[in-house]
Structures are given as C-alpha cells and as structure tokens.
C-alpha cells in the first residue's frame, strides 16, 4: 500500500468531525464509546480482567463501576461526578487515569455533562 | 507501590505467541512457509526452526528446549514466556516491571487431522473465581488437505484467533488495539483457510466464549483475503462482524505489504473503517478510523528494526478526536529460542493536547 495513500487517508481522517459535539449524552453512549475503549480495553477494566474490581466495557459493568466510583443522580437534577473526576484529573491522592494517555477533552466533556447536565440518565 | 499498579495495569504491552509478518515475503511467501498454522503465530514448522537458528546470533537447535527432550514425529511441544521492564511516560517518566506471557502449547497428528491446544495463566480476576487464573487460550481440532506441506485447505474448529488483518505480534498496534483483532479476542468457531503461494483466503464463524469470562463478547464472522502481486508484494481484504447484546460492530479494511529487496526493507500497511452500532437505549452509531503503517528492516548482529506509524480518529462526527503514535521497536535474535526487545512509543492526542510514552525492555523465550 502506497504510503502516501495512507497518509492521505490520516489528513482526511483528521479532518473529520464537526463541532459542537453532536454524540448523545447517554449512559449507553457514554460507556460504549468513551469508557469502552479507553478504561474497558481487555487488560484493564474489563469483564476478562476487572481491574480493582470495575468493568467498564459492558453496560451492566459499567453501571456497577460508576455507582462504585459514587457517580449518582440527584433530586435537583445535577447528577454528582463522586471520585470520577478527581481519577481523570489526577488529583492529589489519585492515580489518573487512564494512566497511559489521558481522556481527550471532547471525551472528559461528554462523560461529565452526561452526570452533570443529564443527571447520569439511565446509570 | 505506584510503579506496581501501573506495572500492572499496563499489562497493555502482553504480546502472544503470534507470527512475525516481519519475516513474510522477505522469507516466505506464506505464514504457512514458517508455522503450522494457517494463518501463522505459535508454533513453528521445520522450515521456521531453521529460520530461527539461521536467523539469530548464535543460533542453536531451535527444538524444543534446545532439542534436549525429543518427542516422536506425531507430538510437538512448545511454550512462550515473556516480561518486560522499563519506562513508562503517562505525566512523568514512572518505571514498570511485569510478567506477560506464560504458556505451554502441544500439538498431536494423526495423518490428516491434528489437536492443537495451549494452557497458561493469565491476571487474576477479583470478580472471577481463583481458578480464573489458569486458562487455554486456544484449543482446536485441525483437518488439513495436504499435510505436510504449507498450502491447500485447513479447516478448524474450536478456540481460537480469527483471522483478520495484519496479526502483529505487539496488541498495541492500533489497527488491532482499536480495530477488529484486540488481545484475547479468542472465541469459539469453525474456520476455514485456503492458502497458497498466490493468494490465501480464511473465513472464520465464531461465538463469543461464554464460559471463561471472554473478551469478545459477541458472536458473528471474520474473512480475511491477501493476493500476492509477484512475490514483493501482497494485498489484502478483510472484514468482521460481531453482534453482542447491546451493540453490533463491523469492520472493513485493507493491508498492504511491499517489500524492497534492494534495501531489504519491508512495508506493512493496513487501514479499518470500524462502525459501532449501539442497540441498546436511545441507541447510537459511531464510526471510526484506524491506521498502521510499519516498515521493517533486518541490521547487522540479527538485530531487526521496525518503525511504525499509527492513526485512530475515534468518531468522524466529532473534530479533533483522534490520536496518533509513532513506534520503533529493535529485537535481538540472541538465539533460535531468545529474543531481546527494546519497545517503545509515543503518542499524542489531537496533534499533541496530551499523551504518554513509554521505553520497555522485553525477554521472549520460545522454550
């Protein structure tokens, strides 16, 4: 395969997208295309490993991870983030994660304007 | 205890016994030329132990533990151990020390038909119970048209790899991290293979493994083609689908490999449309695009050299999603049976809003 092809086709991937972000804002959005590929890949959060107990690429697992992690709805509709956000961020005391690269930010604004916005509909 | 846990939690860089495409067409034509396999990896045929002698340092009997315990004709034993340590860079540089791979493989013939399984351990899991831990990753019944040669028809049936794509030894490569062919996507199925020195075909009906607590959760079909264009150069065709309970994923792609003999230097594309389909809930359908490109060339001393390129644009709806790594990678063939790697990888999202890194040494010893 020509190599200017492919590097072609990586400009134009590049190009993709649009903005704002136009993905839901769902509990099933959010775990099968951030979570899922990010925390859930097999070695790490997933139903083959489970590391530190969590399972982030089914949505039953996903359910129980984040509950765990404190993330709840609330009766005045701003769904609380529990330890999520201090675990992407890194905060003091936390490991972040994932530990190899970080969220993108488009993906960390997803997942907390689904708790935050949409009160964690569905979890 | 903070190198620990990431030590641990980046078991990312497992890499199993599967083939080195490194060798394909610089060697041989086929995955067939080397292993007894159809579609490569594990163990080695009597022309890829003679590889593994000729190709490394000091060479050595490439049998079976140094040809020290002989077994009859119709039995082959083998085994992979592998563990690594170094550098990783996910906010300053940390170090990590991990095992990899532990397993022992065997294969037993009878004329036409062989059994092929593995048994080793694999992490524990805290939701699993103790015996999580030891575990065969691939087992299967194997009809071959011709044996003894490497072309005509395998048929399998069992636990196993379907074939897709290039089938690098490292998972982190994106097409396979991201792509249809991620680390312990085993499954049950029923695969058929034509090979020969012109073109091979494998199309692979596989279910998801519901009882050792799988990685692929869904079940569906995978096909692989490649068309050798004279013998410098292979294309190829592939397709998946796997439908779980709560989502549907297809992928689409192509290889490419060229190899340029005047430079002994050997190129290895393969780029994937992936298209997620979520069923569950409100639903949704996100598509993405993932691409690697390597080129590999052998060094003096039987050091071999692989510089790569990877591309994953994680949904086309959203700008600026997507991330990209460049990876070199140098192996020393110590012996026919010891490999020394030094890996590493950079990587950045959305053209350098944040990333990691890391430099790991690897052993591998094939026993």
């Known amino acids: 395969m020509s190599t200017r092809w492919l590097f072609a086709a990586v400009l134009l991937a590049a190009a993709c997208g649009t903005t704002p972000d136009e993905r839901p804002k769902t509990f099933e959005a959010v775990t099968f295309e951030v979570l899922a590929p990010h925390c859930g890949q097999v070695q790490c959060h997933s139903t083959f490993t489970a590391t530190d107990g969590k399972e982030f690429d089914t949505l039953e697992g996903a359910r129980a991870a984040l509950q765990d992690l404190g993330v709840h709805s609330n009766p005045d509709m701003r769904g609380s983030t529990g330890e999520l956000v201090l675990l992407l961020e890194g905060a003091p005391g936390y490991e972040r994660m994932p530990p190899d690269v970080p969220l993108a930010q488009e993906d960390r604004e997803l997942l907390l304007s689904w708790i935050v916005d949409e009160n964690a509909a569905g979890l | ?367």
């Not at chain 2, 199309?203 to 959760?217: K, L, Q, V, W």
């Not at chain 2, 869904?218 to 779980?244: C, F, P, Q, W």
């Not at chain 2, 052998?298 to 997507?322: A, E, F, M, W």
């Open chain 2, 1 to 367: 205890m903070r190198a620990l846990i990431v030590g641990l939690i980046l078991l990312v860089s497992t890499r199993l016994a599967y083939a080195y495409p490194q060798f394909q067409l610089s060697h041989d034509a086929t995955c067939t030329g080397c292993h007894i396999s159809p579609d490569g990896g594990v163990l080695l045929d009597e022309n890829g132990l003679g590889v593994a002698e000729s190709e490394s340092w000091q060479g050595h009997d490439a049998a079976f533990l140094y040809g020290l315990l002989g077994t009859p004709d119709w039995l082959q034993l083998g085994g992979e151990l592998r563990g690594a340590a170094g550098l990783t860079y996910p906010r300053a540089l940390d170090s990590a020390v991990y095992p990899m791979q532990g397993e022992v493989e065997g294969r037993a013939k009878a004329g036409a038909f062989s059994i092929y399984a593995n048994a080793g351990f694999r992490r524990p899991n805290v939701n699993q119970s103790v015996a999580h831990v030891i575990w065969s990753r691939e087992h299967y019944v194997m009809w071959q048209q011709k044996p003894g040669e490497n072309e005509g028809l395998y048929v399998r049936a069992g636990r196993f790899m379907p074939t897709f794509g290039l089938r690098l030894a490292e998972h982190i490569v994106y097409t396979q991290k991201y792509g249809g062919r991620p680390l312990y996507y085993e499954a049950y199925g029923v695969g058929v293979s034509y090979v020969t020195d012109k073109a091979e075909v494998h199309a692979t009906g596989f279910a998801s493994d519901r009882i050792a607590s799988a990685a692929e959760h869904g079940d569906g079909g995978a096909l692989y083609g490649e068309m050798r264009i004279g013998t410098n150069a292979a294309v190829g065709i592939e397709g998946k689908y796997s439908k779980a309970d709560d989502d549907t994923r297809t992928y689409a792609g192509v290889t490419g490999k060229l190899f340029l003999p005047a430079a002994e230097l050997l190129l290895l594309g393969e780029a994937q449309l992936v298209r997620q389909e979520i069923t569950a809930g409100a639903g949704d359908t996100r598509n993405a695009l993932v691409a690697y490109v390597m080129a590999s060339r052998p060094l003096p001393s039987n050091l071999l050299l692989d510089i790569g390129l990877g591309h994953y644009t994680q949904d086309t709806r959203v700008k600026g999603l997507l991330r990209d790594c460049i990876d070199a990678n140098l192996h020393w063939f110590f012996d026919s049976h010891i490999e020394l790697l030094l890996t590493t990888r950079l990587e950045r999202l959305n053209f350098g809003q944040s990333g990691g890194g890391y430099a790991l040494a690897q052993l591998h010893v094939r026993l």
